[in-house]
């Protein structure tokens, strides 16, 4: 019983550690569960922000390229207009210089150079100082006959005004050359318009001989240089219309981006976190604060549920080992008990009942020796029976056998209970001494039987009248109950039939 008592215990033991464990595992789980989906939300958000963010960026940008080719065109379509020409120029190459580099451009004398504010300065040389164009222009000349500059003069260079191109793997010659004359100046400053030049196909490259030496103090500079065709000319409605949508445009985009601003962090223009008090950024660090807050509350709470479960574990627990121990000191009383009482009373009871039983057999020993010296005193005057009287010998013989044979079994029994006193001794179980005690009680009545038995035949012996003879049966129970014998009770009879 210890031992069961001992194994539910580790159970218990054992399932209120598989609790813990389950509980703990759980409780982290949902904590990872829980913080996984705050950054997966706050990651999705701040990626569907950064995304409209980078959108909009980008719509400003391409917004902003379009505006600034649009002002490169207007800036370039307005810089075609020469003074007094009357014509819009459309080009289809043209070089400004205003990233201080030469754009591909030589010169004869040297690699030409460009000042800061963007204009291209031939090298210095007393013979022919020109500059040639990079190659692969690809001008269609049936197209594009036209080109327009705009140049400045230093001093008094001396005017050559050629003009001369190539095929592409061709080199320069007189033969595909153009002279022009010399523009009018105005402070220095002149736009050239060189018109219809007698080129045809492709046009790889350009070289301008404009002046027929070149130093420090005589020189001149280009601003732009551009190979194209005349086109309709902007009048002051359309420039304006242009300024118009520019403007439509730009306050559109300073609009928008102020818009987006609001939308991210509010009227906050600075760039503090902690004091932005409105707008989408707001809203993602409060949600995040209070998605963090109630992922605190529900650790908490777990927490606590955890510790209640803990406590009401523990409490069965200690009911468990208390009830376990009380069990205990019953047990022990109760083995006490039947080592002490139990057994000396069955025991005690039993010795009682054999010994009566002994006495019953002795009686009936000393029963039978009389009843067999009358029946020898009774052969002497009963020659004439002798054959009942036979009879009536063997079947008392059996009865004999039958009694020693009864003697037998109590010796049995005694040896047998012998062995039951030493195994009651080791505490034997009571069914075994109920059994014992039953079986013992059936021989009681067996015995009472066969005492009654030889009783009545021994009245019938010594009440019987010589020649008067009368036949009774008694009925014999075996110990194996297998047969029923009987004997004769031969009795004399007179003259008048009774007995």
Not at 36 to 43: I, T
Not at 151 to 166: D, L, M
Not at 385 to 396: F, I, P, R
Not at 470 to 496: E, I, K, M
Request: no cysteine.
């Amino acid at each position: 019983m210890n031992a069961q008592i001992k194994t539910a215990e580790n159970g218990l033991k054992q399932s209120l550690s598989q609790v813990n464990t389950t509980l703990t595992n759980a409780v982290k789980q949902e904590t990872a569960d829980r913080i996984a989906d705050v950054n997966a939300k706050a990651s999705q958000a701040a990626d569907e922000l950064l995304a409209a963010t980078q959108g909009i960026e980008a719509s400003i940008e391409s917004l902003t390229q379009v505006m600034k080719t649009a002002d490169e065109n207007l800036a370039r379509e307005m810089s075609s207009l020469a003074a007094g020409a009357n014509i819009q120029f459309d080009s289809q190459v043209i070089w400004h210089f205003n990233n201080q580099t030469t754009e591909g451009w030589t010169g004869s004398a040297g690699v030409p150079g460009v000042s800061q504010d963007g204009w291209l300065r031939p090298a210095d040389s007393a013979t022919d100082p020109y500059i040639t164009s990079p190659g692969g222009l690809a001008v269609d000349g049936a197209a594009y006959r036209f080109i327009m500059l705009r140049f400045r003069k230093t001093g008094k260079p001396v005017w050559a005004g050629e003009i001369r191109w190539v095929s592409a793997g061709e080199n320069f010659t007189n033969t595909k050359r153009y002279i022009v004359a010399e523009p009018e100046y105005a402070d220095g400053v002149a736009t050239l318009t060189v018109r219809d030049i007698p080129w045809t196909g492709n046009i790889d490259r350009i070289r301008l001989d404009l002046t027929n030496q070149q130093d420090a103090s005589n020189f001149i500079e280009f601003d732009w240089i551009a190979v194209g065709r005349p086109a309709p000319g902007a009048s002051t409605a359309a420039l304006q219309d242009v300024r118009s949508t520019l403007s439509n445009a730009l306050t559109a985009e300073a609009q928008a981006r102020s818009t987006l601003a609001a939308q991210m962090r509010g009227s906050y223009d600075g760039s503090d976190l902690e004091k932005v008090t409105s707008g989408l950024l707001y809203q993602e660090k409060t949600a995040r604060v209070t998605a963090i807050s109630a992922e605190v509350k529900a650790r908490e709470s777990l927490q606590t549920q955890f510790n209640d479960n803990k406590a009401a574990v523990s409490g069965e627990l200690s009911s468990l080992t208390t009830e376990q121990s009380a069990q205990a000191s019953r047990i022990g009383g109760l083995e006490t008990s039947l080592g002490k009482k139990a057994d000396a009373a069955a025991l005690t009871s039993l010795t009682q009942k054999v010994e009566q039983q002994g006495t019953t057999l002795t009686s009936q020993g000393a029963a039978l020796t009389s009843l067999t010296n009358r029946v020898g005193q009774t052969e002497t005057g009963l020659a004439g029976t002798n054959e009942a009287l036979s009879g009536l010998q063997s079947v008392v013989t059996q009865q004999g056998d039958r009694i020693t044979s009864q003697g037998q079994s109590i010796t049995k029994l005694t040896s047998d209970l012998g062995t039951t006193n030493t195994a009651l001794a080791k505490k034997a179980e009571a069914a075994a001494v109920t059994a014992l005690t039953q079986q013992v009680e059936q021989n009681g009545r067996d015995i009472r039987s066969n005492t009654d038995s030889i009783t009545s035949l021994s009245n019938q012996l010594v009440n019987g009248q010589p020649n008067r003879w009368s036949r009774r049966l008694y009925p014999v129970q075996l110990a194996n109950a297998g047969t029923v014998p009987s004997f004769s009770d031969v009795r004399a009879v007179g003259a008048n039939g009774r007995g």
